[in-house]
């Protein structure tokens, strides 16, 4: 029996998030109306506007190719920005971390604290790389002490698309409606396939049961198909994440431990993230 003082992962509270003033509320409201995908996603603009969102996609775009070049096949870790060190899920996320280099990947992450932060810094202390692909937001977006490289972004969308391309997997820690956005992002590219049957690994079986009988209801309503249940694990061990990553990942896409063959270029003064040890076998 459990000792009274005793509490699962799922009953470990979050500390409340601090009272947001007024003035905070305002300069929110300042940062968010002038931002590119306010006025992307607003309806019709003048053509010249619309064309300098579309510039301001593709610099966007630019931005992340160029800093993430050489940083080798990653696994992508999804989980809530607002973990504290000392919960457990941030330390699960953290001994995550240091596995997931062990296999030879690089650990990606949105860059920020929380579940990211522990991440990264995994990574880090098991002498691994380590990167964030950050956006720009007037509370939670500064980026973790942990990465080694990392870019940060004005669209939401440009984000994601980079966290998918350079994922030969993915990890999702318990989160909020932006690790479930980058979840279920991840999930229809899958199932349409427009990216290849990467593993997605659900951590923290407590928490997303839940959402996972839910899914399972969507196939007797005749909504998805059920082989498209086989595309997430739900796991609370990290031997079983890493074994499924390793199935699902490293076997089922042939992936062998060589350098990098590509060389960077002086001119367009791309960074040094250490030479790719996992790559694509041929």
């Given at each position: 029996m459990d000792k009274?003082?005793?509490?699962?992962a799922s009953q470990q509270k979050l500390p409340p998030?601090?009272?947001?003033?007024?003035?905070?509320?305002l300069e929110d409201e300042r940062f968010t109306s002038s931002s590119p995908d306010r006025q992307l996603l607003q309806g019709p603009n003048w053509r010249m506007t619309d064309f300098?969102?579309?510039?301001?996609?593709v610099r966007d775009f630019m931005r992340a190719f160029r800093a993430l070049h050489f940083v080798g096949p990653?696994?992508?870790v999804f989980g809530s920005a607002r973990t504290p060190e000392s919960?457990?899920?941030?330390?699960?996320?953290?001994?995550?971390?240091?596995e997931l280099v062990k296999l030879g990947f690089t650990v990606m992450t949105g860059g920020g604290p929380g579940i990211m932060e522990a991440a990264n810094r995994g990574a880090k202390e098991a002498g691994g790389r380590?990167?964030?692909?950050?956006?720009?937001?007037?509370?939670?977006?500064f980026a973790n002490r942990w990465l080694d490289h990392g870019v940060t972004l004005e669209h939401f969308f440009v984000r994601k698309t980079i966290l998918m391309k350079y994922s030969y997997g993915f990890v999702v820690m318990p989160g909020g409606v932006g690790t479930m956005d980058e979840t279920f992002e991840a999930l229809t590219l899958i199932q349409t396939g427009k990216i290849r049957n990467f593993p997605i690994v659900l951590m923290g079986s407590d928490y997303w049961q839940p959402l996972m009988d839910f899914v399972k209801s969507m196939p007797m309503a005749g909504m998805i198909s059920p082989e498209d249940l086989k595309l997430v694990?739900?796991?609370?061990?990290?031997?079983?994440?890493?074994?499924?990553l390793k199935d699902r990942a490293i076997q089922q896409f042939g992936l062998r431990r060589r350098r990098s063959p590509?060389?960077?270029?002086?001119?367009?003064?791309?960074?040094?993230?250490?030479?790719?040890e996992v790559t694509k076998a041929g």
């Open positions: 009274p003082n005793e509490t699962t998030r601090q009272e947001v003033s007024r003035e905070e509320e300098k969102l579309v510039m301001s996609v990653c696994i992508t919960h457990e899920h941030y330390q699960l996320a953290k001994q995550m971390g240091g380590s990167v964030g692909c950050n956006i720009k937001l007037p509370m939670e977006q694990h739900l796991t609370d061990s990290v031997e079983d994440a890493i074994q499924h590509d060389k960077r270029l002086p001119w367009l003064l791309e960074p040094t993230c250490g030479d790719a």
